[in-house]
Structures are given as C-alpha cells and as structure tokens.
C-alpha cells in the first residue's frame, strides 16, 4: 500500500487564505501582534464551534476569512451504562465561556481590539438532546449524545405501528429512517423515563433543544429572556421537522406524541436571533470576554452543514467529508430534497437568509470514525496520542490480514443496523499494535467509500474528487488512503476549519451586520493539498464487479447483548469459519487486490442485506 502524501501545493502547510495570512501557533503569535499594527483588520466575525469532543471559539477577519485567534476545550463524555452516551449541559456551557475568555485575552495581548467583532456564530454537534427548566435555567436530564444506543427499544416500538413495520415510513416528510440517531426518539425516551422532565412538561417550564438551542437561550439571557429558537439544518435532524414545508409537522409531533410548545422556534441559519448577555461571575481568567455583550449571535448551523459552507460548496454536486467523532460525507442537491434509495439521508444544507431558499444535502453518517482513535487510546491503551496512531500505522504500512470494524454504535448510512456490533478479526501471532492501528485507518476509508458509492448511485453523477476536512485529515496516512480507495483525488484545505469558518460565514453576512460577502467573486481563494490516488484503477474496478455480486449477510448484528449464539445456527457458523478462512488467505493476494478483500470482509461480517 502506496503512503506518500499525494500532489501537495508549495507552502500549503502553512495556510495562505490571503497575502499577509499566519496560522495562529506558539511560533507566530509575536509576528501576529506585530503585523496587527500595520494591517487594517476590518470587521471580525466569531464563532462557537461546539463539537462531540470538545468547544472551540474562533475570530475570523470578515474580509479575509484569515483566523487570528481561537482558543479549544475538550468536553468530558460519560457512559453509565452500555451503548449510553451523556454529556453535562452545564460542563458545555461553562467550555464555551472559557473559550470565548482565553480567545479575547489572546486578542488582546496581540493588540487586535475585540470591539471589531460584530457577529457571532453558533455550529454544534447535531442530534444531541437536551430539556431544561425555563424558570431555573438548569438542565432536566445530562445532554443525551447522538451516538447513544438506549432508544433501540423505542425505536422498535415505533417502526412496530408502521404499516409493514417499515422504518422509512416517515421518511417522504423527515428524510430519515427511524433510527437512534435523531433527536426526537430521544426526546421521547425523555419524557418516559426521567421523572423531571415529565412533570416540567406538565407544568409548562420544559424546553426542548439541541446543543444550539440550549447555547443560545442561555448567551442572550437564559431565564431572564433568553431566546428559544434553532435554525433548520438542525430541526431537520430531529425527526419532527417537515424538510418540504421547513416547519415543525404536527402530524409527526403527535407520532411521536411530543407537545410542540416545547419545541424552539425554527430560524434561518443566517439571521440576527439576539444578542450576547455575559455574565461576568461564569468567565474565568481575565473575563475579558465581558466586551462580547450587546454583540449580535447571527448564524447557526448543525457542524456539517457548516462545513458545507466553510468549504464553500454552493454548487449543485459539490461535496465535503467531515472526519470527526464520526465520519459525515454530504453532497449539495440544491433548491430540491432528493430522496435517497441506497439508505443515505436527505437534510437541509442551509438558508442562508430568511427570505433565501432553502439548500438540500444527501448525507451519508458513519458513527464512528475519529472516535476509534479515542477507542484505542482509552480503552485499550495502545497509544498515547491521537498522533501517535499515524506512526504506528505507517511502520508496517500494512494490516496484514488483520480487519476492523468499529460498530460500536450500530451501522448508520447506507445499512442503519442499529443492532450491528464491533469485529476485529484476521488476528494471527504475527498481529501487533501497529496491524491493528492500520485497520482503524481503513476502517474509516472503507466506509466511506460505501456512503460514496450509494450517493453515486443516488446522483447518477460520479464524484470526481472529495474534499474533505475535520480533525482526522492531519493524518496524511489516512488521507492518501482514502484517495486509493477511492480512487479519486481527496482535497485538504490548508486552512483546517471549515466548521466554524461556515458558522462565521453565516453570521458576517446576515442581515442587519452584513460584514461578509457570499457572493462567489468576493470569496477569497483557498490553497488546498491534493492527494491523489495510487493505487492500480484496475484493482478498484475488480474490487467493485466482486464485491457487488457477494451474498451479505449478518454476523455482527448477533453478537447483540442477550441474542442467541451465532454458532446456534449450523449453516450460518459454516459460514462464518469460511468467512475466516478467507481472512487467513487475504495476506496472500497482491497489493492492489489487499484493499478490495479488506472491503469485502468488513461488510461481509457485518452488515444485513437482503
């Protein structure tokens, strides 16, 4: 397997959005400082980039899209029991305000005068639930994390009073299977099983919200007239949201029997909801981030759909890969919602302005991409640092036989198997740590290359190269894996994040602070590293004829807690031995024909399809 670093633009390591741009490192803040004297900034943009792992608070310059400061706090995720997933609304509230504090103290010491921010924009990690009291301000329930497993039950009870028991059955209003990934069957499970929030919904007080609801009603004021609202992007990831009319659907509502005046009011992405309230007594340090009172929060976008824009694919057939926690390729359809028939999502992009149409996406989810990295680190100790994972990998350069699939939360996109469990199998005596770090590496690639190949069955235009951001593409390893597999160019932005540039973006060019221009001749260029395939096209062209005409079928999906072995069943352990055999046998197949059996395998094992 080929691991050079692909067609790479000179000096594209260190980002050049515009001449006089400086990626804000210990090395070159000074030279920052300095240049700040000389070079008239103009109007400076915010954003609140508040993602799965960690809260980010970023300034960009409006005109440039330059980043001159930004400031990252990781966010602690709790597991109190299997397949649960919680996060403390409060610990991510007190992380946004920490940001934004040591963020203007940076400013501050490089002699950029926060004064100049005069929009702030709000991107989070979509799906997450949370209800709190609108009385007390607190929190009724820990934030219930996307990934969470715990409304498998519901779920089932759900798709059971469809006709046919068929989980897309919501899907013509929702773009959205039944799953557990989406808001609103957490919700539910909210409201059946935690005593406080029943009882706040009862007696009026409760709110509903994701994370960029719960943000922004406590940043303009909390209980004491914070404003309840979110923006479509995210109400399109709840499951009771209609993407046709752009409204909360009352029929969906009462399905899920969930009171809509709990719900926010549903916004624009790009649009002035209120404006910042500091209370000084939760800042730290300096509190100099008290100035950011009176400043307007004007853009909200879910993280993807930011990223969308960051990247600035407003054209129809654009995409962008996100590598995060999960892993979220989405493709630009344009003013109309195309419907998936290979199991991708449709969502709103963004609107980007209340009288501008609305944008839609086809989305693949992978539920676990960057968070494998954390696996490995936390729960098996075989690195240290998420770098650290790269090295390994490309010491052997191989995985020698050795296959990964990380279904710690179900499959999503294009199988949404929520019973599917993890596998790592083709172990030998010869398997060490490294094997295995690179079979978390194409376990990523892999299945993104399964979403890929259904949005181009979907679109019946084939993508032609990716762009691609998110925390994991500084791993140049994993990127020039994706490009063989793929077998099309994979693009990195130099400038790394596109999530909050889309949220800043949003919110420069709302109406009433019109700071940042949208239009395509006003946006500044972007220097990108290219990195092209290496593997033999051939290859790819044998692994997709074989891998098409294989019988899947489900192993992963029975090692769910509590169900029969799957040695029960004669035939099926028949299979699997085979299935193994397989494995032992792939180490002696040539290189380019290593990524196609690794392919085969993962979905093989794993994944039900009829």
């Known amino acids: 397997m080929p691991t050079g670093s692909g067609t790479i633009k000179k000096n594209s390591y260190t980002p050049v959005l515009t001449p006089g741009y400086r990626k804000e490192t210990a090395h070159t803040n000074s030279r920052m400082a300095a240049s700040s004297n000389r070079i008239m900034l103009g109007p400076l943009v915010a954003a609140i980039d508040q993602g799965t792992s960690s809260t980010r608070f970023l300034v960009f310059n409006a005109k440039t899209a330059e980043l001159l400061s930004h400031h990252q706090v990781e966010i602690k995720q709790s597991f109190p029991k299997e397949g649960w997933v919680e996060e403390d609304p409060k610990e991510i509230l007190q992380s946004v305000y920490e940001c934004m504090d040591r963020t203007c103290e940076k400013l501050t010491q490089l002699n950029i005068d926060i004064s100049n921010i005069k929009a702030i924009g709000v991107t989070n990690q979509r799906e997450t639930t949370l209800v709190w009291d609108k009385e007390t301000g607190e929190p009724l329930y820990n934030a219930i994390v996307w990934l969470d497993l715990r409304t498998q039950s519901t779920v089932e009870r759900l798709i059971s009073k469809t006709p046919g028991r068929n989980k897309n059955h919501l899907k013509h209003k929702t773009g959205l299977p039944i799953s557990t990934y989406f808001s609103a069957v957490k919700l539910r499970w909210l409201l059946d099983n935690v005593d406080e929030v029943a009882e706040a919904v009862v007696t009026h007080r409760a709110m509903f919200g994701t994370v960029d609801s719960w943000l922004i009603w406590c940043l303009t004021g909390g209980k004491s007239g914070g404003v309840h609202c979110t923006d479509v992007t995210n109400a399109s990831r709840t499951m009771l949201f209609n993407i046709h009319t752009l409204d909360w659907d009352p029929e969906l509502c009462k399905y899920f029997d969930i009171p809509m005046e709990i719900l926010p009011k549903v916004r624009s992405s790009s649009e002035i909801y209120g404006l910042m309230v500091i209370d000084v007594s939760h800042c730290l340090y300096k509190k100099t981030s008290g100035s950011l009172t009176g400043i307007p929060i004007s853009g909200c976008l879910g993280d993807q759909s930011a990223a969308l824009v960051g990247q600035m694919c407003f054209q129809d057939g654009q995409a962008k890969n996100t590598y995060g926690t999960g892993c979220f390729l989405l493709r630009n359809t344009g003013a109309k919602p195309v419907m998936s028939d290979h ?251 290593t990524i196609p059996t690794a392919a085969s395998t993962c979905y093989l094992l794993v994944v039900q399809h009829q």
Not at 395 to 421: D, H, I, K, N, Q
Not at 429 to 436: D, E, G, I, P
Not at 506 to 533: H, I, N, Q
């Open 343 to 593: 199991g991708l999502l449709t969502t709103v992009a963004y609107k980007l302005g209340r009288d501008k149409p609305a944008c839609y996406a086809l989305e693949g989810s992978v539920a676990i991409a960057g968070a494998v990295v954390r696996w490995l680190k936390d729960n098996l100790g075989i690195i240290q640092t998420s770098t650290e994972l790269e090295k390994l990998a490309a010491s052997v350069g191989t995985s020698y036989g050795c296959y990964f699939v990380p279904a710690f939360s179900g499959l999503y996109a294009p199988y949404w198997e929520p019973s599917a469990r993890g596998i790592i199998c083709g172990l030998t005596q010869f398997t060490n740590r490294s094997h295995l770090a690179f079979a978390a590496l194409e376990a990523v690639c892999f299945q993104t290359r399964e979403i890929l190949d259904a949005m181009n069955q979907d679109s019946g235009i084939p993508l032609t190269q990716l762009q691609v951001d998110g925390g994991m593409t500084s791993n140049r390893l994993l990127m020039q894996l994706q490009a063989d597999i793929l077998c099309i160019p994979v693009v990195k932005p130099s400038m790394p994040e596109t999530t909050a540039l889309g949220a800043a973006m949003a919110a420069g060019a709302a109406e009433g602070v019109s700071v940042w221009s949208l239009r395509p001749e006003d946006l500044s260029e972007v220097t990108s590293e290219k990195f092209e395939p290496q593997i033999n096209p051939e290859g790819t062209r044998r692994f997709s004829k074989r891998r098409s005409s294989m019988p899947l079928t489900t192993v992963a999906v029975s090692l769910n807690m509590g169900e029969t072995s799957i040695f029960s069943s004669l035939p099926l352990g028949f299979y699997v031995v085979g299935s193994m055999c397989m494995l032992i046998g792939a180490k002696y197949i040539s290189a380019f024909q």
